[in-house]
């Protein structure tokens, strides 16, 4: 999400998807997620594992 409050409503348009956009973006929901050599899928021990490039800070709210 943007935080559109300031922005000019021609800017706003501009950042919209558009009808083609959505169009792929609904066919990349539908395909099934393909693990492979360069990227694994991640184990529930291996999960436990992974750091955060750049962990989260007491004081950051999270919006849901």
């Known amino acids: ?3 559109t409050n300031g922005m000019s409503e021609e800017l ?3 950042l919209e998807f ?3 956009d959505l169009k792929e973006l609904d066919a990349a929901r539908k395909k099934p997620i393909s693990f ?3 990227c694994p899928e ?3 021990e291996k999960a436990i594992l992974f ?3 750049n962990p989260r800070r007491s ?3 999270i919006m849901a």
Request: charged letters at 35%.
């Open 36 to 38: 492979d050599s360069d």
């Open 42 to 44: 991640l184990t529930p």
């Open 18 to 20: 558009n009808a083609q």
């Open 59 to 61: 004081d950051t709210v």
């Open 1 to 3: 999400m943007v935080n």
């Open 51 to 53: 750091k955060r490039v």
């Open 12 to 14: 706003i348009k501009e």
